[in-house]
């Protein structure tokens, strides 16, 4: 698979629209030009027609003397705020990253990336318009399922279907910006609510995992009811339907077997791992009364209760909490680092089998004793051809099960704070599962 490489078109993000900030700070600059409307989406095959493109970014005015608008700095444009907050996230990084890049060749065509990394990925898929490449269905797709059954009864992704070049998860890409919505065209200053999210946030609505419940019947499975935070988990999920993707025997052909990069919610809401017959999995206290926006965008007091848009975890809402009062820092009673203990020995037990490698190239190494000790085990992948270390090179179910959890595990990052029994219930399983003896010193909390 070629390296993720993305071309930014700048002027898509800051093609202009009106200015109009409110207040009477300064004589009013020239407007800046209208902003380009976005493409027309391509119709389908007998689908439904896409759906026009996302607004461009507000552009810059002219020269507005005496400075912004002070309705323009409060919550977003001020010294600290919400999109100062937002550029030192990584959400915006991959836009930055990819300037001066070449193509998007990764989308191009019929491809699934641009769902969750395209500028309009998320607009497309709450209107239901995600492509499929042999007529087959997706169900449940405006609320985010983006696996389906082909004719044939294969297992497969959804494809974008729009065409943008940029990749970016920027304002527009969570937030439904409209003429109604938009304060630059409104010229009307923020007031709490009046800058909607595009993904479905209301008291019933639920988001979609992958995993399906049986075998055969691609449905997903509901994600729980996480108000605001179902915009994170359209995206920061795994990609694969787990009850489809692990059969009875499994061989390992790629470096990129497994799940995709950042399935925090497959281990948040405690569903999404392999789980091994006759054992229940629970789930924990985090997870009962916290989503990702509580911890990963707490409000700001000095900004208007807006939430942060750094998107980093924060320490405040563990100590702000009655239940870690005092945490000096994310290991809070040792947690991350029981889970730590826990990812070295299932990584060293499938790095024995011959299961995990770093390279994205063969031949395919196993790791080295300096990636056996740097703790970065979101960086190990797939050792393809598999087996090579001692292990069966055709994995049983429970076998690749393990290696399944280990990676949603060290790719869905925060050694188990998003989950710390669900977490702890997944390594000790998959150890038993590869090695056949309980971890030493590693429990199961029940
Ligand atoms: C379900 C949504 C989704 C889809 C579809 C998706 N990705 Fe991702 N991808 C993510 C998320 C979320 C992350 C960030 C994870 C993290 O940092 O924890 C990510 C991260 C990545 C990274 C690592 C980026 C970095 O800076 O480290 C690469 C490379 C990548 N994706 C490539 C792809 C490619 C290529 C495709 C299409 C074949 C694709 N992705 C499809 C959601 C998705
Ligand atoms: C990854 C998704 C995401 C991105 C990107 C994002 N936001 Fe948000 N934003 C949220 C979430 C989630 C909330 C909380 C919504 C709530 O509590 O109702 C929010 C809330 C807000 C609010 C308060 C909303 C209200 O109506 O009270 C404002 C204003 C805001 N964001 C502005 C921005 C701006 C400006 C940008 C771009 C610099 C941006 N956001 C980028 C997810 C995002
Ligand atoms: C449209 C898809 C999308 C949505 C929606 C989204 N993210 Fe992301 N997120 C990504 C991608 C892609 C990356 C990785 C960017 C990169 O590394 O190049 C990422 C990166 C992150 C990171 C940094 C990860 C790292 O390893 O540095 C955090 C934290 C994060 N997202 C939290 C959130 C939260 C919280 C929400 C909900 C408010 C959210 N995201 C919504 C796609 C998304
Ligand atoms: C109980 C609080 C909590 C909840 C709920 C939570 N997170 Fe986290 N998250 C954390 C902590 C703490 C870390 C680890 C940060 C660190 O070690 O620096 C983290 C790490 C991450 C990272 C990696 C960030 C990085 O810098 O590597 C991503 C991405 C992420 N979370 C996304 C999510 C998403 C998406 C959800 C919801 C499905 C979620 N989180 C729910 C607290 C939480």
Known sequence: MTKLRFVTILSALIGGALWACTGSDGAPGTPGA???AGAQGPSGGGGPAGSAGPQGMPGPSGVIDGGLPSSCLTPCHGFNGIVEQWKTSTHYATFVS??????????TGPQACGNCHAIDG???????NVGTVDGGAVANVKNGELNYKTPSGSTT???YRGSAKVAAVTCVTCHEVSDATDPHRTG????????????????????FLEKSPAVGTITGTQAGLRGTANTCIMCHKSRKDVTQYITASNTLTSPYWGPHEGPQADVYTGLGGYHYTGL???????EAKLTCVDCHMPDITTNG????HSFYAQISTCTASSCHTSAPNFDVDGGQSTVRAGLFLLQKALNSAGYLTRDAAGPYGALSSAALADSHFELDRT???????GGPSVLTADQAGALYNYLIVARGSGLGVHNPKYTKQLIYDSYVAVVGSAPPGFGRPQ
Do not use: C, I, M
């Open 34 to 36: 209208a902003g380009t």
């Open 98 to 107: 990819n300037l001066g890049g070449t193509e998007v060749d990764t989308w």
């Open 122 to 128: 998320l607009s497309y898929r709450v209107a239901g």
């Open 157 to 159: 992704e959804s494809v």
């Open 188 to 207: 009307l200053a923020f007031v709490p609510g009046s800058f909607p999210l595009r993904t479905p946030s209301g008291k019933t609505d639920q988001v």
């Open 280 to 286: 229940t999995y629970g789930t924990s206290t985090h």
């Open 305 to 308: 209760n807006t939430p942060n």
């Open 383 to 389: 050792r393809a051809g598999g087996g090579d270390g």
